[in-house]
């Protein structure tokens, strides 16, 4: 089972409201620093956190393995295998940084990694990735921008967003458009965001018009929720999508189910195991083992393991 894809869908929808892809929805949220100095370019007036380290460095103890076996982790043994990293790092012909979408899009790429590797983990291969191909100084550079992109990207909105409710959309969309230049600067604030913004800004007005907007690509595939009629929102994808295209969503829709379904019972074997006194700790590991060769495949065993933390 693709599981990745379902991931996927979850980022981009995490990412989106309405037709554009500005919202940051996350559910683990940092707090917000005061007194941060940032220029119109976004570059080298960050003030990190009162240790004077980067955003990274809190209580949470370094990364345990190095670059290369990050690398190893995720693009030998993990989902990453088989891909390329998407995006680019802004560097221009003449060797400067340059404010662009593309480095957001990279950033994004190896973000999928977590629950496979830890952030903190991530943030080095990134750095190790830059370093190889730009040198130590435009590595240095890019690695400002990802940390306040990561500070953005988990930001403690002050603002709700409630979909139902139009009026709370535009204090949201301000917040973090102000937010955003706030912490990115201006340049990369625009670089990452414009289109997502000026795409929700449309949106948005055509919604106050009065007029239903057509469906765009980027707007959020509607999808089967608690309290939601699922042939409503089946009769809305054949409505947008057409009848094989909701067909698909559908055998999505049961390969994720499904996917849920083992996971939490691969979750009860695990915590039963542990409730055995019988049994030592290399005997339940065992068994663990046992029962996620049975029960998952391929990739799917590496993903179980990251997700229910197995030894």
């Known amino acids: ?39 119109d370019s976004g570059v080298n007036t960050w003030q990190s956190g009162g240790n004077g380290g980067s955003l990274f460095a809190s209580d ?13 982790r995720l693009f030998k043994e993990g ?31 190896y973000i999928l990694g977590i629950g496979e590797v830890t952030i903190q983990e991530i943030r080095l291969l990134i750095e190790d990735e830059a ?6 100084k435009l590595a240095g550079e890019i690695m400002l921008i990802f940390d306040r992109y990561w500070k953005v990207r988990t930001y403690e909105w002050r603002n709700k967003f409630i979909q139902s409710d139009r009026s709370t959309w535009m204090p949201v969309f301000e ?3 102000a937010v955003r230049r706030q912490i990115l600067g201006a340049d990369w604030a625009q670089a990452f965001f414009a289109d997502d913004e000026s795409h929700f800004q449309a949106y948005y007005q055509q919604l106050e018009s009065g007029k239903a907007p057509p469906p765009h690509p980027g707007e959020p595939v509607p999808q089967m929720e608690p309290g939601k009629d ?3 929102v089946r009769a809305e994808r054949v ?29 009860n074997e695990w915590d039963r195991l542990q409730g055995l006194s019988n049994l030592s700790e290399p005997q339940k590991k065992d068994e663990m083992d046992r029962y996620v060769r049975s029960n998952f495949q391929d990739k799917d065993q590496i993903r179980v393991r990251a997700l229910l933390k197995l030894p």
């Open 131 to 136: 370093r190889r191909t730009h040198g130590e």
């Open 175 to 177: 917040e973090q458009k």
């Open 60 to 72: 949470d103890e370094p990364p345990a393995r190095t670059a290369d076996q990050i690398r190893h």
């Open 1 to 39: 089972m693709q599981t990745q894809t379902k991931w996927l869908v979850g980022l981009a929808a995490a990412l989106t409201v309405g037709a554009g892809s500005w919202f940051m929805t996350h559910r683990q949220a940092a707090p917000h620093a005061e007194g941060e100095a940032i220029s």
């Open 79 to 109: 989902s990453f295998a088989g891909t390329e990293p998407s995006g680019e790092w802004c560097v221009a012909m003449d060797q400067k940084l340059r404010p662009c979408e593309g480095l957001r899009s990279r950033f994004e790429y």
């Open 239 to 267: 409505a947008r999508y057409g009848e094989e295209a909701a067909t698909r969503l559908d055998a999505v829709d049961a390969q994720w189910a499904d996917w849920e379904r083992r996971l939490a019972a691969a979750r």
């Open 230 to 232: 699922p042939e409503a």
